[in-house]
């Protein structure tokens, strides 16, 4: 029995193909690489998903790590796929749920793709990495490196969440803040990958991020079992989660373990402030353009240019999906109201998502008997500044009189 099924890396723009085994980066075309696997063997086994492990990891042979002995893990993975009826009653949508990635290691969806990502780092001997980072995968990186024994080098906005910052300086990771946004650090990077020939763990110029984020794929068809969901929402920045359960779609309905007659559709989700790839998707462009002055509270999809926007909006072609753009005051809201009705204190990312929901429901792409999952990707507590509280403040002894 093989613990991986991994083949080789493949680029989805010109088809060339590389080794699994060795350190790669971008294709010499410049487009990110995808992990492939035989999924025609894979299918002989008797058991394709190792039900015996609750964790992510249950899916090890779908994932490109090949001795288990280089798996770095926290416990992460199997989330809650949690009923939202509340908010679902005030949204018009009676079938609402919420896949909560804030209950995970580090409190963010980015725990995930660290996993993977540090765990086959390892296994392809990498000591150092830098990578730019919005907060969250920063600090996934950084406290699953510590783990593995490699270097990070995280450099992140100075209006990044101080909390990730904190984080990353705790792990023991070298950190360095700029003045400016994930697009200047990844310049930054960059630097210090063609100077010191660091790895370069930024978003999707290593192919396993992908891996550990398409997993969240996986979870959600395993749970929903014979009934798919009809419509999966994503808050987009760098889009690796979309892609990811994209590629887990495909691969699950290749092996004969998606039970669905077709895909749910997709829908990516930004914030007005910083929304490339909703324009793209209006335009019915391939590839997005570059958000100048990019701006919004919802910081982990404060994206200007992703490199893979070229397969976030396939994904969201191939299954009829769609990009929609949400205002801060949407976000707010949703975050506040999500709380009050569900006892959920998602992330403001994740409150976008909802808030998108509620769009179209509105107009009718939702209908009302579907069954409808909004990934929640981080915790609330994870962006304190995201609230504002005003209480009054009593002297010892004093009555509250209402």
Not at 127 to 135: D, F, V
Not at 336 to 347: D, H
Request: negative net charge; aromatic residues 8%.
């Amino acid at each position: 029995m093989s613990f991986s099924y991994v083949s080789h890396l493949e680029c989805p723009k010109c088809g060339s193909i590389y080794a699994h085994h060795k350190p790669n980066q971008l294709c010499q075309c410049g487009s990110p690489l995808l992990v492939n696997y035989d999924l025609e063997e894979l299918k002989n086994e008797n058991e394709i998903i190792n039900k015996e492990r609750n964790g992510l990891w249950r899916y090890h042979k779908l994932l490109p790590v090949i001795d288990p002995d280089h798996v770095v893990s926290l416990g992460e993975g199997m989330t809650p796929l949690l009923s939202m009826p509340a908010l679902g009653e005030k949204l018009g949508i009676a079938n609402l749920l919420m896949k909560d990635e804030g209950m995970i290691p580090t409190g963010s969806f980015k725990a995930r793709g660290a996993a993977v990502g540090v765990s086959k780092a390892r296994e392809l001997g990498i000591t150092r990495l830098a990578m730019p980072t919005n907060g969250n995968a920063g600090a996934a990186w950084s406290l699953y490196c510590a783990r593995a024994g490699i270097k990070p080098y995280i450099v992140m906005p100075v209006d990044a969440p101080v909390i990730t910052r904190k984080e990353v300086a705790i792990s023991g990771a070298e950190l360095f803040l700029v003045n400016g946004l994930i697009s200047d650090a990844g310049k930054i990077v960059a630097s210090l990958v063609k100077e010191e020939g660091f790895y370069d763990a930024s978003t999707l110029k290593e192919p396993y991020r992908i891996e550990g984020k398409k997993t969240m794929g996986y979870e959600i068809l395993e749970q929903c079992g014979s009934e798919p969901p009809d419509v999966i929402l994503y808050p987009t920045g760098g889009g690796v989660g979309l892609i990811g359960i994209y590629k887990a779609l495909k691969e699950f309905r290749e092996l004969g373990l998606f039970k669905g007659s077709r895909l749910p559709r997709l829908v990516a989700v930004q914030a007005e402030g910083c929304a490339p790839i909703v324009k793209a998707w209006e335009e019915h462009k391939s590839e997005s353009e570059f958000w100048e002055n990019s701006e919004t509270a919802a910081f982990g999809i404060n994206v200007p240019k992703a490199i893979g926007d070229f397969l976030v909006l396939e994904a969201l072609y191939e299954t009829n999906g769609c990009a929609v753009a949400v205002s801060e005051d949407e976000i707010s809201f949703t975050q506040r109201q999500t709380a009050e009705l569900e006892g959920s204190f998602i992330c403001p990312e994740g409150a976008a998502v909802f808030a998108a929901a509620k769009r179209l429901r509105e107009n009718g792409w939702i209908k009302a008997d579907e069954k409808v999952i909004c990934l929640n990707t981080g915790q609330g507590i994870k962006y304190p500044d995201s609230v504002s509280v005003d209480p009054p403040v009593l002297e010892p002894g004093e009555i509250i009189r209402k």
